[in-house]
């Protein structure tokens, strides 16, 4: 066993208005926040699909998290809304599979308040140390077999992408 600490790795998605804001307003400032989180980009929090937050999962991610216009104060009216709800729902998902709704978290937030987005990072590290690796790591699928053949595709392995439709060259 390792004598190292454990670091999670944590996944954040954020809206391109409020949440970009902050991001930007803390590194405006200077506001230091867990190196740890790796963010990602949505036109607003209601286009989160609940298969983005469980794939993030799957890929590794100990724990994840949204970042939202202030509920009443979104800019696609009722956007957070509905990525809260679609959070609560991944949140119960995660618990009947025993991954653990703890793992995923929702913040609302202005685009001023770069110490508040510090926060919320610092909140999901400490929480996913507490609560340890993600358990998806200690399996790992074995890859299938590599077939020969026409069509096939070089791919590294775990590679989750789409296939090119048969016929359409790849585009």
């Not at 890859?143 to 439709?165: H, I, K, T, Y």
Request: charged share 25%; net charge positive; aromatic share 8%.
């Amino acid at each position: 066993m390792s004598s190292e600490p454990f670091e999670p790795e944590i996944t954040a998605f954020y809206c391109i208005y409020c949440g970009y804001m902050a991001a930007d307003t803390a590194g405006a400032l200077g506001v230091q926040y867990s190196p740890n989180v790796k963010f990602l980009r949505l036109p607003c929090t209601g286009k989160t699909d609940i298969r983005y937050l469980l794939e993030a999962f799957e890929q590794g991610a100990d724990g994840v998290y949204l970042v939202a216009c202030p509920i009443g104060n979104c800019h696609h009216v009722r956007g957070n809304e509905r990525g809260r709800a679609r959070v609560q729902r991944a949140k119960r998902i995660l618990d009947e599979i025993g991954l653990g709704g703890e793992r995923l978290e929702m913040f609302f937030m202005s685009g001023s308040q770069a110490h508040a987005f510090a926060a919320a990072a610092q909140t999901m590290t400490e929480r996913i140390r507490k609560l340890g690796p993600n358990p998806l790591k200690r399996y790992r699928p074995p890859s299938p077999p590599a077939e020969g053949g026409e069509g096939e595709l070089d791919e590294e392995p775990g590679w989750r992408g789409r296939r090119p439709r048969p016929g359409t060259g790849g585009a």
